[in-house]
Structures are given as structure tokens and as C-alpha cells.
């Protein structure tokens, strides 16, 4: 088994979807890095990962908004599709198992990581 942890910040609200009869929250977190080239200038390099959260414990929908910073753990998944120019493609997708809020976003303060903190996994009961 290959276990992935990242943290991040949402690019844009979460979306709940039923496929299949079973809830998914699909949304995806960027990092941003900062880094020197080899002339010395700053750089940021932004990694996106869409991310997967199958779970019928849908109660922290709504607080996964747009900038709102998380930790999350799971498993890769690899995606295959096809593009509109008929090639084959493939993205990295990252399976959730658990969720845990660290701020509010931009209405974040100095409270809002202890406030908003929430873990999610199948053992726990809604954390609000």
C-alpha cells in the first residue's frame, strides 16, 4: 500500500457528488513553493492535486471552501481518460481517507485552526 499525505490550500469549493449511490467530495489543494534559479531570481512553482473523498460522512462539505487550508492522507489513484484531440491521458489523483481542516481560509484568524479543526475518517462520528 502507497500512503500519500499533503497540505494544502483549496483552489476552489468543494463539490459533493452521488455516483453510483455513494457520496464522493471531489475538490483540489495547491502548495506553493518558492525557490532560486540558477540566476538567483525567485521562483514559485504551484503543485495541484485533485483529490477524491469517498465517504457517506458528507458533514464537512460545506467547510471545504475555496482557500481554506487542509491535511490530508490517502491513497494515489490514476485516472486514464481521453482528450478532445482523441490521445489518451492520464492524472494522478489522490484517494482521501482523512480530512482535517487547519483554517477557514481567508476569513481565517488567530483562532481559526483550533476552531475549525476537524479529523474525518470512517471511526469518527461528525467532528462538529
Request: with cysteine; proline share 3%; charged share 20%.
Amino acid at each position: 500500500m502507497i500512503k500519500l499525505t499533503a497540505i494544502g490550500n483549496l483552489g476552489k469549493d468543494a463539490v459533493l457528488n452521488n455516483v453510483n449511490g455513494k457520496n464522493v467530495i471531489n475538490f483540489n489543494v495547491a502548495h506553493t513553493e518558492k525557490y532560486k534559479d540558477a540566476q538567483g531570481n525567485q521562483k514559485d512553482k504551484t503543485i495541484w492535486i485533485d483529490c477524491s473523498y469517498w465517504t457517506e460522512r458528507t458533514g464537512i462539505a460545506p467547510y471545504l471552501k475555496k482557500g481554506t487550508s487542509v491535511y490530508l492522507e490517502g491513497q494515489p489513484d490514476v485516472r486514464s481518460y481521453t482528450a478532445k484531440d482523441g490521445t489518451n491521458g492520464a492524472s494522478l489523483v489522490l484517494r482521501v481517507g482523512l480530512v482535517q481542516l487547519l483554517s477557514k481560509g481567508s476569513q481565517s484568524d488567530g483562532n481559526a485552526a483550533q476552531q475549525a479543526a476537524a479529523s474525518v475518517d470512517p471511526s469518527d462520528d461528525l467532528p462538529f
